[in-house]
T-cell receptor, first 114, second 119 residues
């Protein structure tokens, strides 16, 4: 079975600073990887996804993530944090012949300090 | 295009009472998921449907939880009787469905969730 580890349940950055949220996965087969964002009292919204194409994936709101097979990582970055980035972020991996089984990390809460 | 619709958004009940949640997936999406999300945690799968068939319900506490997806469209998740520990957010998601083709990923689209409080 797959597993996802998000290092750091809480991350605080200053407005304008680099955002780095870490995600490591375990997989015996090539994974499909996702980052989701969740704002208070809302469902999860897809930020970006890796599906075995380019290893550097660009998503919405200026976020990007790089798939590193040797490190089994898929860290999420944004060059300059904005106040509106404050939210909960989840890394997820899918497996299965049809890619229909998803496993989520425990999430990282991002705080942006003005 | 309408997203995944869930109702109610909030529900407060007393323990031992029954409760039901409803989900309408995106039109044409064959796969439907119900997740449980506890505070400060990631979603945990309760049940996954491929059309009307429950293909993964291994994490569904079947002594009190039940689900159905009649006609492979809308779905209902029920808890009877509810316990204090059931207080959480119940998320519904849908995806187009891989159709059995190896290597096909499926992006999930989430509804806003139902926040259940059991008193």
């Amino acid at each position: 079975a797959q597993s996802v580890t998000q290092l750091g349940s809480h991350v605080s950055v200053s407005e304008g600073a680099l955002v780095l949220l870490r995600c490591n996965y375990s997989s015996s087969v090539p994974p499909y990887l996702f980052w989701y964002v969740q704002y208070p009292n809302q469902g999860l919204q897809l930020l970006l996804k890796y599906t075995s194409a380019a290893t550097l994936v660009k998503g919405i709101n200026g976020f990007e993530a790089e798939f590193k097979k040797s490190e089994t990582s898929f860290h999420l970055t944004k060059p300059s944090a904005h106040m509106s980035d404050a939210a909960e972020y989840f890394c997820a991996v899918s497996e299965g012949r049809t890619g229909n089984q998803f496993y989520f990390g425990t999430g990282t809460s991002l705080t942006v300090i003005p | 295009e309408a997203g995944v619709v869930q109702s109610p958004r909030y529900k407060i009940i007393e323990k031992k009472q029954p409760v039901a949640f409803w989900c309408n997936p995106i039109s044409g999406h064959n796969t439907l998921y119900w997740y449980l999300q506890n505070l400060g945690q990631g979603p945990e799968l309760l049940i996954r449907y491929e059309n009307e068939e429950a293909v993964d319900d291994s994490q569904l506490p079947k002594d009190r939880f039940s689900a159905e997806r009649l006609k492979g469209v809308d779905s209902t998740l029920k808890i009877q009787p509810a316990e204090l520990g059931d207080s959480a957010v119940y998320l519904c998601a849908s995806s187009p469905g891989g159709g059995g083709v190896a290597g096909v990923y499926n992006e999930q689209f989430f509804g806003p969730g139902t926040r259940l409080t059991v008193l």
